[in-house]
């Protein structure tokens, strides 16, 4: 087996068991929960899209409003030095 098949094996093995791995963390969390974990520990939109059965819109859209969730946000109201 040449150097090129046994990199491409291992890959196709490492996908795998990503996969596997990602689907068992999160197996019983609501799906914008799912979508976080995916995101923070380093998955495409196209790989949590395809591993939840989703697609990358959908996906790119959750993770747009977590992540304002998480800003703080400026308050509108200034408080005037006197």
Same mark, same amino acid.
């Given at each position: #087996?040449?150097?090129?098949?046994?990199?491409?094996?291992?890959?196709?093995?490492?996908?795998?068991?990503? %996969?596997?791995?990602? #689907?068992?963390?999160?197996?019983? +969390?609501?799906?914008?929960?799912?979508?976080?974990? +995916?995101?923070?520990?380093?998955?495409?939109?196209?790989?949590?899209?395809?591993?939840?059965?989703?697609?990358?819109?959908?996906?790119?859209?959750?993770?747009? %409003? #977590?992540?304002?969730?998480?800003?703080?946000?400026?308050?509108?109201?200034?408080?005037?030095?006197?």
């Amino acid at each position: #087996m040449t150097v090129d098949k046994q990199f491409e094996l291992l890959s196709k093995k490492l996908d795998l068991l990503i %996969r596997v791995t990602g #689907m068992a963390a999160c197996r019983d +969390l609501p799906q914008n929960e799912q979508i976080w974990l +995916l995101h923070c520990v380093g998955l495409s939109s196209s790989d949590i899209a395809e591993l939840l059965g989703s697609n990358k819109n959908a996906i790119d859209q959750t993770l747009h %409003r #977590m992540r304002n969730r998480r800003t703080p946000r400026r308050s509108s109201v200034r408080s005037s030095r006197q």
